[in-house]
């Protein structure tokens, strides 16, 4: 079975340039979340939806960033401008609406440097 | 907010031998979740444990979640260099498995 599909892998970029990262969840799964993974800070949530609509957004840092799911097999993660501080390894991550037991699965992440 | 303190930040061990590495939370854990990581790769998911008291193993990795659900280790039994990587633990704040808190993660070296 296909896992979570991120991508780029990498991506270098200068400042001020527009990123867009891509994900395509599990099929059947209806919750999708972004992560951000960095040395300092560790995982962080940045916002998640629900059968394509965003639930809670308060972990995304700015108004440069912003996520957009148009349909269940396809969500992006965009920033612009970037800045050296968004380099991060960014996790897309889906799961499916159980009562209990629910495992969230990740993908292998897109590794963003901004110089 | 709930907060994961994971211990030791990092381990290195002979192969062979056996180790824990625990995971705290400042708040009671609906329920918690095990997750290796190596280096430039994803997360990969070992168990998830809910009730007070509760133990799951695989293979030669057991979790457990103590009675007050607020401390889960996991155990490593005759540790191997693909044991390796970074594990954490991601802490369930409301029960409902919508999203996850994570403690900073033990770096695991296994020495041959």
């Known amino acids: 079975d296909a896992g979570v599909i991120q991508s780029p892998r990498h991506e270098v970029t200068e400042m001020g340039q527009e990123v867009t990262l891509r994900c395509k969840p599990i099929s059947g799964h209806d919750y999708l979340f972004w992560y951000r993974q960095t040395m300092m800070r560790g995982l962080e949530l940045l916002i998640y939806?629900?059968?394509?609509?965003?639930?809670?957004d308060s972990g995304m840092p700015e108004d440069r960033f912003s996520a957009k799911m148009p349909n269940a097999s396809f969500s992006t993660l965009k920033i612009q401008p970037s800045e050296p501080r968004d380099s991060a390894v960014y996790f897309c991550?889906?799961?499916?609406?159980?009562?209990?037991?629910?495992?969230?699965?990740f993908g292998e992440g897109s590794w963003l440097t901004v110089v | 907010s709930q907060e994961l303190e994971q211990s030791p930040q990092s381990l290195i061990v002979q192969e062979g031998k056996n180790l824990t590495i625990n995971c705290t939370s400042s708040?009671?854990?609906?329920?918690l979740y095990w997750y290796k990581q190596k280096y430039g790769e994803g997360l990969i998911f070992l168990m998830m444990?809910?009730?007070?008291?509760e133990e799951k193993s695989h293979e030669k990795i057991t979790a457990k979640l103590d009675e007050k659900k607020q401390q889960s280790s996991l155990h490593i039994t005759a540790s191997q260099p693909s044991h390796a990587g970074i594990y954490l633990c991601g802490a369930d704040p409301y029960g409902s498995a919508r999203q996850l808190t994570f403690g900073s993660g033990t770096q695991l070296t296994v020495l041959p």
């Open positions: 939806f629900n059968n394509n609509v965003p639930i809670d």
């Open positions: 991550a889906s799961s499916w609406n159980r009562m209990t037991g629910n495992t969230i699965y």
């Open positions: 444990l809910q009730k007070g008291g």
């Open positions: 708040k009671t854990l609906y329920g």
